[in-house]
């Protein structure tokens, strides 16, 4: 199983000091994966237990996995950011009193650029057939703003992918080397736009047939 340095994951709760975040969770899989998964951020769940996608979201994703005939121990699992981004909210409780709690929300663009030194050490270090974007935030992290999962899900692109050239750097530059991705919507989308389902289920059964491509010797999938 890979892990990144603990140097790396210092630097990441370094950089993110002052944030409204919490909590660091690491990615989790084998070196040479199947799949490289890249998500959002963590969420309640994870924060707490330190696993990625353990959540209500996690359970759509290991059913898509399972549809491919892939399990969690066949990927690396990551996520754009790795404290999970909160913001403070009141819920009524069931006697009618309001409580303050805290909320997820998306990463900020600050964020995103405190922890790229992260990923991009996981980037550069895994070596998976496929690198799968869950979701707008994980996309233009790797493409830039200009991508988006609505218009390139399940679709095989291949393209340089963004990086962070050095810690004092505020602007992403491109990798050198061709990475082949895959965008696909996020698991939780399901949960709030159902019409999303048969276009991820398909985008999976797509994922699956290009690893069996791979796996075949086609370099051209």
């Known amino acids: 199983m890979f892990r990144i340095p603990e140097s790396i994951a210092e630097l990441g ?14 990615g989790e899989g084998p070196q040479k994966p199947e799949l490289l998964l890249i998500g959002e951020a963590p969420g309640e769940f994870e924060a707490v237990d330190g696993i990625p996608f353990i959540g209500r979201a996690g359970k759509e994703l290991m059913k898509s996995l399972d549809s491919i005939g892939l399990t969690r121990e066949d990927v690396y699992i990551t996520s754009t950011v790795r404290s999970r981004p909160y913001k403070w909210g009141e819920k009524r409780e069931r006697d009618g009193t309001m409580t303050k709690r805290k909320y997820n929300r998306p990463p900020t663009a600050k964020e995103i650029l405190a922890h790229a030194p992260v990923l991009d050490y996981e980037i550069a270090n895994i ?4 690198i799968v974007a ?7 992290r790797l493409l830039g703003k200009d991508a988006k999962v609505t218009e390139l899900h399940g679709q095989l692109l291949e393209r340089p992918v963004q990086f962070l050239p050095d810690l004092d750097s505020t602007k992403f530059e491109w990798t050198n ?8 919507f996020h698991p939780a989308a399901v949960f709030y736009r159902p019409s999303h389902r048969p276009d991820l289920e398909a985008d999976w059964l797509a994922i699956g047939e290009m690893l069996k491509r791979i796996g075949d010797g086609d370099n051209e999938i």
């Open 127 to 130: 070596e998976p057939k496929l």
């Open 13 to 26: 709760r370094e950089r993110l000091k002052g944030f409204p975040v919490e909590g660091f969770v690491y």
């Open 134 to 140: 869950l979701g707008n935030v994980g996309l233009q």
């Open 177 to 184: 080397k061709v990475y082949r991705i895959v965008p696909t």
